[in-house]
């Protein structure tokens, strides 16, 4: 499987940016797509994920209500719409993938496969 992200950039807190993910490869018939982000000298943290048999969704406390996950199964991209986006927002954002799974995990260790990575700068 192959993860492709892209839609980062610069943006001025409050406003709005979109990443998406597009998954290439074989997956099984359920499974979970999510977003990681890392700013520098931190770990890794869980951002939202989705089931993509249900659309199921699981959000960070720190991005509810603000960042919104979906999906397009005919073309097997994940999105991460990310609104009224604060300073402490900036990181790379990765695309994953847990495959075999309809249950939605925030443990890093549960991916089986990352994207590249996408920077997102919220200017303040």
């Known amino acids: 499987v192959q993860l492709q992200a892209c839609g980062g950039g610069l943006v001025q807190a409050g406003g709005s940016l979109r990443l998406s993910c597009a998954a290439s490869g074989r997956t099984f018939s359920s499974y979970v797509m999510g977003w990681f982000r890392q700013d520098s000298g931190k770990e890794r943290e869980f951002v939202a994920a989705?089931?993509?048999?249900?659309?199921?969704?699981y959000y960070a406390d720190s991005v509810k209500g603000r960042f919104t996950i979906s999906r397009d199964n005919a073309k097997n991209t994940v999105y991460l719409q990310m609104n009224s986006l604060r300073p402490e927002d900036t990181a790379v954002y990765y695309c994953?993938?847990?495959?075999?799974?309809?249950?939605?995990?925030?443990?890093?260790?549960?991916?089986?496969?990352w994207g590249q990575g996408t920077l997102v700068t919220v200017s303040s």
């Open positions: 994953t993938l847990d495959n075999g799974v309809f249950r939605i995990s925030t443990r890093e260790a549960t991916y089986d496969y």
């Open positions: 989705i089931t993509w048999s249900t659309g199921s969704t």
